[in-house]
């Protein structure tokens, strides 16, 4: 079965930018992956982002995008609050098994 | 607004069996993709099962051939049968819808112990 990898942590200023990623060991992420992308605070479900990879839920910030680059899929936040400090998890759907990539911690510091 | 509210968990014995359910409201079952999902303490989200609309089932290595995913479509209803529980199936486990984006439940916790 594929691997999903993204960044163990990141950190981003208040106000600043950060693009998370999602890989996969068997090659490209495509559309056809239908990636998603997964916000988790502590003692919370995860609450869905972004869906079949740019498509945002009606809770999801307007600083909240989803895309391809570079052959994986990004999570790019554009101007980071507070509140945004989180784990993000991305999900890929290969039919027949579908693999969570293992997590970025988020701080926003 | 689609909700999804899961039930059935509590303790076991490892070699013993839970069911869990997942009732739906906001949206049919049967006209979309339900997957049951798992966390376990300290973990990241693990994908478990999914009942695709058409019927068609698949399940994660680390459980197929012990849990079966199935759906009441006039209970608007999935449930996942968990049988030869072990010790690492412990875990909060979620159901979900995923189509035209993704609603989760709160979660409910199995945990396998003796």
């Known amino acids: 079965q594929a691997v999903v990898t993204q960044e163990p942590s990141l950190t981003v200023s208040p106000g600043g930018t950060v693009t998370l990623t999602c890989g996969s060991s068997?090659?490209?992420?495509?559309?056809?992956?239908?990636p998603y992308w997964f916000q988790q605070k502590p003692g919370q479900a995860p609450r869905a982002l972004i869906y079949?990879?740019?498509n945002k839920h009606s809770w999801t910030p307007a600083r909240f995008s989803g895309s391809l680059l570079g052959g994986k899929a990004a999570l790019t936040l554009s101007g980071a609050q507070p509140e945004d400090e989180a784990d993000y998890y991305c999900?890929?759907?290969?039919?027949?098994?579908?693999?969570f990539g293992g997590g970025t911690r988020l701080t926003v510091l | 607004e689609v909700q999804v509210v899961e039930s059935g968990g509590g303790l076991v014995q490892p070699g013993g069996s839970l069911r869990l359910s997942c009732g739906v409201s906001?949206?049919?079952?049967?006209?979309?993709?339900m997957a049951w999902l798992r966390q376990a303490p300290g973990g990241g989200p693990e994908w478990v099962s999914v009942?695709?609309?058409?019927?068609?089932?698949f399940y994660g290595d680390s459980v197929r051939g012990r849990f079966t995913i199935s759906r009441d479509n006039s209970k608007n209803t999935v449930h996942l049968q968990m049988n030869s529980l072990r010790d690492e199936d412990t875990a909060v486990y979620y159901c979900?819808?995923?189509?035209?984006?993704?609603?989760w439940g709160q979660g409910t916790l199995v945990t396998v112990s003796s």
């Open positions: 979900a819808t995923f189509y035209a984006g993704s609603y």
């Open positions: 906001g949206s049919t079952v049967s006209t979309i993709h």
């Open positions: 009942i695709y609309n058409d019927g068609n089932t």
């Open positions: 068997t090659g490209a992420v495509t559309r056809s992956l239908y």
């Open positions: 079949d990879t740019t």
């Open positions: 999900l890929l759907s290969f039919g027949h098994f579908w693999v």
